[in-house]
């Protein structure tokens, strides 16, 4: 049983897992029961982004993985695209430093080519920043699909075998994960999705190959430090047995 006993003091006497995905689903549903802008809702769900980082690095997580934009996003409507935008560097801007502090290292997954300059640079800067951090590893998923990073990975794969570089025997699971955006870092053990919604939404498509999957009906920006620790007694209680008996 995990139990807070005063702000950032956790008891874990259970199995963490070492890399968490998570699927921050239903700012907007939140912000609608409120009667509030859809964009309401994304700034409380940052709120609580980085509760959940602070409590993941608190609990001995290794990796956390967040979907903060897809490659299928861009198709909201313009105002909503452009207010998500501003959101990420008002997040850099705002939480960096207490991330850096805490000894966060922050990875971006994704097509940052497709994404503003100033979105880019500001990620770019904080990826930099903390790069040699030793604490908790932040992928932070924008412009991310789990097809299309599959096929960059074949891609990129074939073009070594094109230029001589391997030979395509050569191409195992491990030489395909080191193509992937989670280069060198373990596969998902858990992955959260908020909001009720039950499904994958092209996240981490081969790195959730032996995932649990927990579901949770609480909006993203309900998504407390509790919430949290309630989903991972839940993975606790699971029994994984990777194809075995
Ligand atoms: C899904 O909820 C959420 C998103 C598409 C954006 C996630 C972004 C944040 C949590 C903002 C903070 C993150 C960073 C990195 C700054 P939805 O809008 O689809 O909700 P709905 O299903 O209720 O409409």
Redesign the pocket.
């Known amino acids: 049983m995990f139990r807070f006993k005063k702000k950032e003091k956790i008891e874990i006497p259970l199995e963490v897992p070492k890399h968490i995905g998570i699927?921050?689903?239903?700012?907007?549903?939140?912000?609608?029961k409120r009667m509030q802008p859809?964009v309401f809702?994304?700034?409380a769900?940052?709120e609580?982004?980085q509760e959940v980082t602070i409590a993941a690095k608190n609990m001995g997580v290794q990796v956390l993985t967040?979907?903060?934009?897809?490659t299928e996003?861009w198709a909201?409507p313009k105002d909503?695209v452009a207010a998500?935008m501003g959101?990420?560097v008002?997040?850099?801007n705002k939480k960096i430093d207490e991330l850096d502090r805490k000894g966060v290292c922050i990875r971006m997954l994704g097509d940052l080519s497709a994404v503003p300059d100033l979105q880019r640079e500001t990620a770019l800067r904080a990826m930099e920043r903390t790069k040699d951090n030793k604490g908790l590893k932040l992928n932070?998923a924008?412009n991310y699909g789990g097809r299309q990073e599959i096929l960059r990975a074949a891609r990129r794969l074939a073009e070594k075998c094109a230029d001589g570089e391997m030979r395509p025997e050569q191409i195992d699971e491990v030489a395909f994960e080191g193509e992937l955006y989670t280069a060198g870092l373990p596969m998902v053990d858990l992955l959260i999705r908020t909001?009720g919604?039950e499904r994958i939404s092209n996240f981490l498509l081969y790195q959730c190959a032996y995932a649990e999957f927990v579901f949770v009906p609480e909006?993203?920006?309900d998504f407390t430090r509790e919430v949290f620790a309630r989903a991972l007694e839940t993975y606790a209680r699971r029994d994984r047995r990777f194809g075995k008996v």
């Open positions: 699927i921050m689903d239903g700012n907007g549903r939140w912000a609608k859809r809702g994304h700034k769900g940052m609580a982004l967040v979907y903060a934009f897809s996003n909201r909503e998500l959101l990420i008002e997040y850099f932070i924008l909001s919604e909006y993203w920006p």
